[in-house]
DNA sequence: TCGCCGATGTTCT
DNA sequence: GAACATCGGCGAT
């Protein structure tokens, strides 16, 4: 894909891009696989880090878009988002699961455990199978050790709820998966 | 299968 | 000092 091309892609609100990036293949030097669920954070939205201005952990998400802003959740884990619009200052797409596909010993090594439904079914557990971390917080994702393939051919099929693990906010059905995947770090319900 | 809890960096009030 | 876009271990059900 064309770097023009690439930023148009990243370059819209928040719930669109979320949806279209279901279905994608991220890898990240070489481990990674299916995006099954992302969650849409916007500008003026309450749950968004970058609700309240611009400090110095959420800098990233005033960046351009197609980077990365990955950012520590709980003192303990990563979590990796995906910058998009930047007229709509500080908005991003958190990614929740991957149906693991490239990689999968060195994923299995870093998560300690052989349950493949286990290795990319949550946030922080997709970081750490992937090696993620703050280092990687800033870099575009048009370039090594990030690998992104957007789906071709037609929008599979996708199902929507609330976002997990928040407190404001918590009606907005921003939470978009992959319709009948096995590998959701929670189930939608129906 | 459920709920509770500890770990612990960074921001918010 | 409290809250937080989480996870895994534990004991009870």
Redesign the pocket.
């Given at each position: 894909m064309s770097r023009s091309a690439f930023a148009a892609f990243f370059a819209r609100n928040p719930r669109t891009l979320a949806r279209a990036l279901i279905g994608s293949v991220l890898e990240v030097d070489g481990c990674g696989g299916i995006i099954v669920e992302a969650?849409a954070?916007a500008h003026n939205?309450p749950?968004?880090?970058?609700?309240?201005?611009r400090?110095?952990?959420?800098?990233r998400?005033f960046g351009p878009p197609g980077t990365a802003?990955v950012?520590?959740?709980?003192?303990?884990?990563w979590?990796?988002?995906f910058v998009c619009d930047p007229k709509q200052r500080g908005c991003?797409?958190?990614i929740?699961?991957l149906e693991p596909t490239k990689g999968l010993d060195r994923m299995r090594a870093r998560?300690?455990?052989d349950n493949i439904r286990?290795l990319c079914?949550?946030?922080?557990?997709?970081?750490?199978a992937l090696g993620i971390t703050?280092a990687l917080d800033g870099l575009s994702l048009d370039a090594r050790p990030f690998k992104l393939t957007l789906p071709k051919g037609p929008l599979p099929p996708i199902v929507t709820g609330p976002?997990?693990?928040?407190?404001?906010a918590v009606e907005q059905p921003w939470r978009f998966g992959l319709k009948g995947s096995r590998f959701h770090?929670r189930r939608f319900a129906k």
């Amino acid at each position: 894909m064309s770097r023009s091309a690439f930023a148009a892609f990243f370059a819209r609100n928040p719930r669109t891009l979320a949806r279209a990036l279901i279905g994608s293949v991220l890898e990240v030097d070489g481990c990674g696989g299916i995006i099954v669920e992302a969650e849409a954070y916007a500008h003026n939205d309450p749950a968004s880090h970058s609700y309240t201005g611009r400090n110095s952990r959420n800098a990233r998400m005033f960046g351009p878009p197609g980077t990365a802003y990955v950012y520590r959740s709980y003192g303990v884990h990563w979590c990796l988002n995906f910058v998009c619009d930047p007229k709509q200052r500080g908005c991003a797409v958190l990614i929740r699961a991957l149906e693991p596909t490239k990689g999968l010993d060195r994923m299995r090594a870093r998560r300690g455990t052989d349950n493949i439904r286990q290795l990319c079914s949550g946030p922080g557990k997709l970081t750490k199978a992937l090696g993620i971390t703050g280092a990687l917080d800033g870099l575009s994702l048009d370039a090594r050790p990030f690998k992104l393939t957007l789906p071709k051919g037609p929008l599979p099929p996708i199902v929507t709820g609330p976002r997990i693990g928040i407190t404001r906010a918590v009606e907005q059905p921003w939470r978009f998966g992959l319709k009948g995947s096995r590998f959701h770090s929670r189930r939608f319900a129906k």
